[in-house]
């Protein structure tokens, strides 16, 4: 059988991402670090199969499942039942990789490159095995027999390049990283780690001109502007340092790591050099093309190399914060909230970290413990606006809308002088907090609020505060020609949001114009076909219109689609009856919407994450 699943090196795009996208740091919120690290209780053990055959098929099936713990379990045993099946072992080491299960895979590669010394993934993980070693030309030898490519180059001359730096061997450092030529993006990426090593080597007059010039040319990518901020302060111009940091900080308010150096510089603090070793700015190399790689949506290749980034700075906290990132987006929490809990007590982002652990738990079906979890961390540092509101998003994901309204006000309390647009959402979620326990006349205030402070650099933000406000006014027979202006702008904003256009359709059901109705509501259910609340509104839409076959056929589908108790008894009640007969003709689209049955109020699953800027309303 065929078993060929060499992970390449990153292909042109992912290469072109890593040197714009250079080590782009997390975009949370301002968040202290102090916290000391959460126990994380490890995955359940899997039981591999009776025989070579079932493992390989639960390797297969976990593989394409991106559940890399599984596949590597299952690969290891099926590798022992075929020890002689080259692409069986190099499956297996790319799944060890994967997991994180660093001695085994570099014992595989040995294996590989004894068969195959053009593997460029095996060659490339021995490569990193030296360099951590401290075995500097031998991870040469290693990185030279890599693969070919554009791609392979980058990655190889750039470690190469660490690798003399490690040796003491900066001009040869520097003569390696000059020879990276090619794409526009190449000079950043290249007078970056030339600054980087130049500085590590000592060579001060070389690091200044050479950061200077990747800083100039890119002023809002957080590592750039790090490095630059910290070897400036390091050199006695702090002032300089503090001119960087602000001018980010401007861009992307409270980055953690941004706020963190600002304060020590204010308070006459250091700032440690952002790389410390060989080693370290191996890892730096390796971090930049996974965190790239989740840009582009590899994920495997992604988790590969930040994998391997941590094995040589095993408290890199930017690639252990894009590696829980990525295994969240592998629909894997548990294992994130592992890698999330080896985050630095001292790191700036240990808080965030902190913070993601909780609302992965309420993701994990937690929810009590995911509150009790961040109701203590809240408790430890009750003046953190974004640990109060991540244990409002989870109250509110809950269903425990009076109390994510009262913890949302007390994070609104503590904005003080601080500008309130950086905190829109604030008043958005305890807006829909209200809504949902029916106080309303605090619910608008609050989405008027939001819809007055979020910036028209956040479209999609816009489009949910405006979608939440108007399909209320809605429902409730108010400001109809208001609602239906700002319902169009929230289409405009968000043209594929299905639950967007559920709304305007819905608007136009409750005024009575059906056709208009069906047409918006068809192209809602286009965009999210298994959305219940979408399918019960269509089935509405088509009986109004006299299409009642379909109408049954669609409320059929939403009882089928799990749909929130409260909606099934009466998606039960029209299958039964249909929908009761109007008392007088609909409304026209200039008149007052005839009396409709009261419908359910829509808004997301409560299973749905309580992220930041992701509610949506939508009919109900």
């Keep these: 059988m065929v078993l060929k699943t060499r992970i390449p090196a990153p292909r042109r795009g992912v290469a072109r991402a890593a040197l714009a996208l250079l080590l782009a740091a997390s975009t949370a919120p301002a968040l202290a670090a102090r916290l000391p690290a959460r126990e994380i209780t490890a995955p359940q053990a899997y039981e591999p199969a009776d025989s070579l055959e079932g493992n390989f098929l639960a390797a297969y099936i976990a593989g394409a499942s991106r559940d890399t713990a599984a596949a590597a379990t299952y690969y290891r045993e099926a ?17 060890l990789l994967a997991d994180g299960s660093l001695p085994e895979a570099f014992r595989a590669a040995e294996r590989l490159t004894a068969r195959d010394g053009a593997n460029g993934l095996a060659q490339l993980a021995l490569g990193v095995q030296k360099i951590k070693a401290k075995q500097f030309a031998a991870a040469r030898q290693n990185l030279q027999r890599g693969g070919k490519g554009a791609a392979a180059d980058l990655t190889s001359t750039l470690l190469t390049a660490w690798s003399y730096a490690g040796a003491g ?50 002023r809002n990518t957080l590592r750039i502007v790090d490095a630059y901020g910290r ?27 941004v706020r963190d150096a600002l304060d020590k510089l204010k308070a006459g603090k250091p700032l440690t050099p952002l790389i410390g070793s060989a080693q370290e700015g191996a890892a730096e190399v390796l971090y930049g093309l996974g965190s790239a790689g989740t840009s582009q949506g590899d994920e495997l290749p992604a988790v590969v190399y930040l994998r391997l980034a941590l094995y040589l700075a095993p408290e890199h906290s930017l690639a252990l914060l894009t590696l829980a990132d990525t295994l969240e987006r592998m629909k894997a929490p548990d294992r994130a909230n592992e890698v999330f809990a ?67 006000t007390k994070a609104i309390d503590l904005i003080g002088d601080q500008p309130a647009r950086n905190y829109w959402t604030l008043y958005y979620f305890r807006g829909t907090s209200y809504e949902r326990a029916k106080e309303w006349p605090k619910a608008e205030a609050d989405l008027k609020k939001a819809l007055e402070l979020v910036p028209a650099t956040q479209p999609n933000g816009r489009a949910q505060v405006l979608n939440y406000l108007a399909y209320s006014w809605v429902d409730q ?45 068809e192209k809602a259910i286009e965009l999210k076909p298994g959305d219940p609340t979408i ?31 409260e909606d099934l008894v009466k998606i039960e009640a029209k299958l039964k009856d249909g929908l009761p007969e109007l008392e007088k003709p609909a409304a026209t689209a200039d008149s007052q919407p005839a009396p409709q049955p009261e419908m359910p109020k829509g808004a997301p699953a409560p299973t749905e994450p ?7 309303k939508s009919g109900g």
């Design 79 to 95: 590798v022992k039942g075929d020890p002689r099946n080259a692409e069986l072992l190099e499956r297996s080491f790319v799944a």
């Design 169 to 218: 061997e900066g001009k040869k450092a520097l003569e390696t990283i000059n020879k990276l030529k090619g794409e526009r993006y190449y000079n950043v990426f290249r007078d970056y780690h030339a600054g980087l090593i130049a500085a590590l080597v000592g060579d001060k007059v070389e690091a200044e001109r050479r950061l200077k010039s990747a800083y100039d040319s890119d």
């Design 231 to 257: 070897f400036e302060a390091e050199s006695g111009r702090p002032d300089l340092a503090v001119a960087a940091y602000q001018e980010f900080d401007n861009v992307l308010p409270r980055h953690p790591i």
């Design 342 to 408: 080896r985050m630095p007590a001292t790191s700036p982002l240990k808080l965030n970290a902190d913070i993601q652990i909780g609302l992965n738990l309420e993701q994990m079906g937690k929810g009590e413990e995911a509150i009790a979890h961040l109701d203590q961390v809240a408790k430890t540092y009750p003046n953190d606006i974004d640990v109060i509101s991540a244990l409002g998003n989870v109250q509110r994901s809950r269903k425990k809308y009076a109390e994510s309204a009262q913890t949302y």
């Design 477 to 521: 027979n108010q400001n109809i020609d208001e609602a239906f202006r700002m319902l169009k702008q929230a289409v405009d904003l968000q043209p594929r949001d299905g639950m967007i256009i559920d709304s305007l359709g819905w608007a136009y059901y409750r005024l009575g114009r059906w056709d208009d109705a069906v047409r918006e509501l």
């Design 535 to 565: 399918n019960d509104h269509l089935g509405d839409a088509y009986w109004r219109s006299g299409r009642r076959l379909e109408g049954k056929f669609q409320w059929q589908h939403a009882k089928d689609l799990n749909p929130e108790p």
């Design 610 to 616: 309580p992220a930041m800027g992701t509610e949506t």
